[in-house]
């Protein structure tokens, strides 16, 4: 299967650590992206291949892999961290690309 | 500073086809290791990807929509064109494009996007 399966919402409060998953079959052998998309905006990248952060991300995104299962881990959550989360992965032998069907983390 | 900017006719009656264009500003399409993907967004929904475009030429499209669905380049104006023929309600939605680059060898994902467009089918 192609498909990638997220929590549909994570709350956390303020200072704590948030972790938002991403399970799919083809996850042990494909690289995971993450993306945050604040209200009204369009995504950003936060992480790509499974575990590197692009400049201007702060260090406390991070990004790590076990088997069919990818987690985001935001450390010392703020108030602005408050977004949809989405995976995003690629199927060599197809081709065709896949979004999770989002998380939405609430900071409370 | 690479930009991309959606556009297109914002209303579109169904059964019609659907045309966008995205707009590149600091980066060139045929730029070895690029492509160029639309996603779309259905209203209070989740991303959907739609299909990319290779800095070659090579294209991929979403299964549900490949019968439907063009993508292209358009080099002397720096801009990717989306062709999405009879459309319905279902088709309704945020369109964005986004830019990626292969690094060692995989893609890197999308790390330029714009801001999208938004696109209503009316019956």
């Known amino acids: 299967s192609d498909e990638l399966t997220q929590p549909p919402s994570v709350s956390v409060s303020p200072g704590q650590t948030a972790r938002i998953t991403c399970s799919g079959d083809?996850?042990?052998?494909?690289?995971a992206y993450w993306y945050q998309q604040k209200s009204g905006q369009a995504p950003v990248r936060i992480i790509y291949?499974?575990?590197e952060r692009p400049s201007g991300i702060p260090e406390r995104f991070s990004g790590s892999t076990s088997g069919t299962t990818v987690t985001l881990t935001i450390s010392g959550v703020q108030a602005e961290d408050e977004a949809d989360y989405y995976c995003?992965?690629?199927?060599?032998?197809?081709?065709?690309?896949?979004f999770g069907g989002g998380t939405k983390l609430t900071v409370l | 500073q690479v930009q991309l900017q959606e556009s297109g006719p914002g209303l579109v009656k169904a059964s019609q086809t659907l045309s966008l264009t995205c707009t590149v500003s600091g980066a060139s399409l045929r730029s070895a290791g690029s492509y160029w993907t639309w996603i779309r967004q259905h209203p209070g929904k989740g991303l959907e990807w739609i299909g990319y475009i290779y800095y070659s030429g090579r294209t991929q499209y979403t299964p549900s929509l490949q019968r439907r669905l063009s993508i292209s380049l358009r080099t002397s104006d720096n801009q990717i064109s989306l062709t999405l023929t009879s459309v319905t309600a279902a088709d309704t939605a945020v369109y964005f494009c986004?830019?990626?680059?292969?690094?060692?060898?995989?893609?890197?994902?999308?790390?330029?996007w714009g801001q999208g467009t938004t696109v209503i089918v009316s019956s």
């Open positions: 291949k499974d575990k």
């Open positions: 083809k996850l042990s052998n494909e690289y």
């Open positions: 986004a830019k990626g680059t292969i690094t060692r060898g995989s893609p890197s994902g999308m790390d330029v």
């Open positions: 995003q992965s690629a199927d060599v032998n197809s081709d065709n690309w896949v």
